[in-house]
Structures are given as C-alpha cells and as structure tokens.
C-alpha cells in the first residue's frame, strides 16, 4: 500500500483553505496530472457528494476515477474515498490555524491493482514528487493577488475609435 504526508503552510485563514480544498472541481487547478473534476451528485458538497475525476497517467494514458466525501467537517477536516478500476484511494485534509494563516495536511493512501502493484516501489518516488508539486500549487493559487479585471474586447476597440 502507498501512503504519502504533505504538509503546506498557506497565508489564508483556515476557512478559505478548506472552501477551496473541498471541492474537488479545484483539483485541476492545483494538482498535477489532474485533467478534469466534476460533481456527479446533486445537492451541495458535503457527505456522500461524489466527483468524477480524469488524470493522465503513466505512458500518457488517461484514467478516470470516482471519488465520494466520506468527512467533511468545516474549516478542519476533509475525507474521501475513491477508486480507479480495481485500484482504491483514500484521503484527508486536515487544515490547523497557524498565526499567518494555515497549516494543511495532506494524507493519502492508495491500494494498487496488479500490476502497479508490482511497481509500488517506482511508483512511490513519483507520487512524493507529485505531492510536493501540489503543495506548492495549492499555495500558489491560494496566495496569487487576483488577476486585474479585463474589459472586454468591444469595449476597448469602442475606446480606441473614440467611442463611449
């Protein structure tokens, strides 16, 4: 079985880091190999929500997984599950109030089917790295200053023809 620990301090109080983490639409934001996620259930996020997720997996190949909130306890705690054929996933947020923000953590485990089973140890190295990189993410998308308002392409020819 595969388990990996992350952690990512985050200047943003634990309310915001948990409202982005939770929805897993925001995955492709953030986590790397992630391609798409959309919500398959009705009615808000919480327990019982699933997600339909698609990544690109080793060789270039796309996977599809379906994941289901198992926890979600706000602004601390958020649980799921999920699987990908016969491969089965679970993972955990736990988000702490630090005094310049947020510390997340992340906590995975995964039991693979044959034969990324065997692979395991080639496999581990790989999924560390991810993890890292979607740590950084994560506090790179939660921290950027956000993107100045474009105004629109009919707006600026009327400006620069001396329109309104």
């Not at 190999?33 to 919500?39: H, Q």
């Not at 009615?43 to 690109?56: C, D, F, I, L, N």
């Not at 991810?130 to 790179?140: D, Q, S």
């Amino acid at each position: 079985m595969l388990r990996n620990e992350n952690r990512v301090e985050i200047n943003r109080p634990p309310a915001e880091v948990f409202t982005f983490i939770s929805d897993l639409c925001n995955e492709p934001r953030y986590v790397p190999n992630v391609l798409e996620t959309a919500k398959i259930s009705d009615g808000p996020a919480g327990v019982g929500s699933k997600y339909r997720e698609v990544t690109r997996v080793m060789f270039g190949r796309k996977a599809v997984a379906t994941y289901e909130i198992t926890q979600y306890d706000p602004p601390t705690t958020f649980a799921f599950r999920g699987t990908s054929g016969r491969s089965t996933f679970r993972g955990r947020w736990v988000i702490e109030a630090t005094d310049g923000g947020s510390l997340a953590k992340f906590t995975a485990e995964a039991k693979l089917a044959w034969p990324m089973r065997y692979m395991e140890r080639f496999v581990r190295g790989s999924v560390a790295a991810t993890f890292a990189v979607m740590g950084r993410n994560l506090k790179l998308v939660l921290t950027a200053p956000p993107e100045p308002k474009r105004r629109s392409a009919t707006k600026a020819t009327a400006a620069r023809d001396g329109g309104p």
